[in-house]
């Protein structure tokens, strides 16, 4: 499946999604490195937009809060920043979903399933997939930024 990336906005865009105002500067990233950025950020690194020579995003790890100093927000940017936050998220939770889903097809699962020409070994790996799609799906994206995703399953 191939994945868009935005650095503007720091998103995702599957090639498979027909986006009515896709950014400008967006831009097609290597599988692996989709697959490095999320893993990575569901452990808990922050992804970084413009980071390597050919422009690629890339993991950080969350900058330690400052003890000495609290920053001062009005309400309003608070809830703003809440509001642009959980939206990243459900950005992030479509873009998930998007790649498990766009990964079961690719092998023609569902497919295959039906038919009886599935092997106990892809069976199991089926539903390894449809169990992570069920975690994302339970995934409260108005937590954001404090969400634990689920782990993706072994490819």
Request: glycine letters at 4%; hydrophobic letters at 35%; zero cysteines.
């Amino acid at each position: 499946m191939t994945m868009r990336y935005s650095p503007s906005l720091n998103g995702f865009y599957p090639e498979n999604n027909d986006y009515p105002n896709l950014p400008k500067d967006v831009m097609i990233i290597p599988d692996e490195l989709y697959l490095e950025l999320l893993n990575g950020q569901a452990a808990g690194k922050v992804i970084t937009p413009h980071a390597n020579k050919k422009g690629y995003p890339f993991l950080t790890a969350q900058p330690e809060p400052s003890s000495s100093i609290a920053p001062v927000t009005r309400p309003a940017d608070t809830a703003a920043q809440s509001d642009a936050t959980e939206k990243e998220a459900e950005q992030m939770k479509s873009s998930l979903r998007s790649y498990a889903n766009g990964f079961i097809n690719e092998r023609q699962w569902p497919s295959r399933l039906a038919l009886g020409r599935l092997s106990e070994e892809e069976k199991a790996a089926f539903n390894s997939w449809l169990d992570y799609l069920d975690a994302l799906e339970s995934v409260d994206t108005s937590s954001a930024p404090e969400i634990s995703w689920p782990a993706q399953p072994v490819e």
